[in-house]
């Protein structure tokens, strides 16, 4: 998935809007007037303008296991050649969910999602195999803790969706911002029916839908990779720690080279710094590593298949 974001200029309000949308992706344009101080018509001018331009893109993202996604993988892979085509045929891949181009040692990062160890380490031997891939590092999630763009947390029970949340589901995952109403007409149900559902798919961890912002070089925060490595006993409570700094928007504890990692979002190299003094200095951190995302890709959650449609 090419990313095609027309160049803009994004001030402090916009920042503002991205902000509350990446955590609630289906506030109403009067929630966020009232958060940002404009006028309703204001507010929905400029969410509009975020989501034509491509600066973000909202949609409803699906817990991993309700996918049957229950091993996730982090994997660097150091290239001979264009990193470009390979991040390409890397992201023609159904079993990638992002994709990105990185600084550093190594060329590009991705994401590899399957029900079992067996098919990540399947699909690693097909990754390795992508013509200009010299080497890969990977590493296994064992716990998730934020995600800005996903569900995080026990995975619902087996079972307990039907064919009408399957359906919500589907619409969310195209259009996250999608009107009771059409989502309503989309499954057969009142306006009134459709919202229970809907905030019961939210509500029991099913769906999260936030705006999943589309880094293209020319806005003004930087996505940067961090990887822990971290002493002892501290990994969990490290872990914990860094997921409320206001500017990480990921963090998964790990098995591999590093005992977690971080994605963190920042509008200036100064800010990244500071990010990055603060999380130095935690009991227990040993070394952080950082690579800066240069160019996405790849980056969607969502399933085709989902619900056997």
């Known amino acids: 998935m090419p990313n ?14 991205i902000a509350l949308l990446e955590e609630d992706g289906r506030l109403t344009h009067r929630e966020i007037a009232a958060r940002v101080g404009l006028s309703r018509s204001a507010a929905a001018t400029r969410v509009q303008r975020l989501l034509t331009e491509g600066h973000i893109d909202v949609r409803g993202v699906v817990h991993p296991a309700v996918l049957g996604h229950d091993v996730l993988a982090h994997v660097s892979v150091t290239v001979n050649g264009s990193a470009s085509r390979v991040a390409h045929a890397a992201a023609a891949r159904d079993d990638t969910t992002l994709v990105s181009m990185t600084s550093g040692h190594h060329a590009l990062v991705l994401e590899l999602r399957a029900g079992t ?3 990540i380490d399947d699909a690693l031997a097909e990754v390795r195999a992508i013509d200009g891939i010299v080497a890969t590092e990977t590493l296994l999630y064992t716990e998730v803790i934020r995600d800005v763009a996903a569900p995080v ?3 619902p029970a087996a079972g307990s969706l039907d064919e009408i949340d399957y359906a919500l589901l ?5 259009n996250g911002r999608a009107s009771y109403v059409d989502l309503a007409a989309s499954v057969g149900l009142s306006p009134a029916g459709t919202r229970r559902r809907v905030v019961q798919l ?6 999260r839908v936030g705006a999943v912002v589309r880094h293209s070089g020319h806005e003004r925060r930087t996505a940067t990779g961090i990887g822990l490595r971290i002493d002892g006993a501290a990994h969990r409570p490290v ?13 998964a504890r790990t098995l591999g080279r590093f005992d977690a990692l971080l994605t963190v979002n920042t509008a200036t190299s100064g800010d990244l710094v500071e990010v990055l003094d603060h999380i130095r200095d935690l009991d227990g951190v040993h070394e952080a590593e950082t690579w800066s995302h240069l ?3 790849k980056e969607t959650y969502a399933s085709l298949h989902l619900g056997g449609a």
């Open 117 to 119: 160890i067996v098919q």
């Open 153 to 155: 947390g026990p995975a």
């Open 170 to 174: 589907r619409a969310l995952q195209s």
């Open 239 to 251: 872990a914990q720690q860094v997921a409320h700094f206001p500017s990480v928007t990921f963090v």
């Open 295 to 297: 160019r996405f890709v």
């Open 4 to 17: 095609q974001i027309a160049p803009g200029v994004l001030d402090d309000t916009d920042e503002a809007i």
């Open 202 to 207: 939210l509500a029991g961890n099913v769906v």
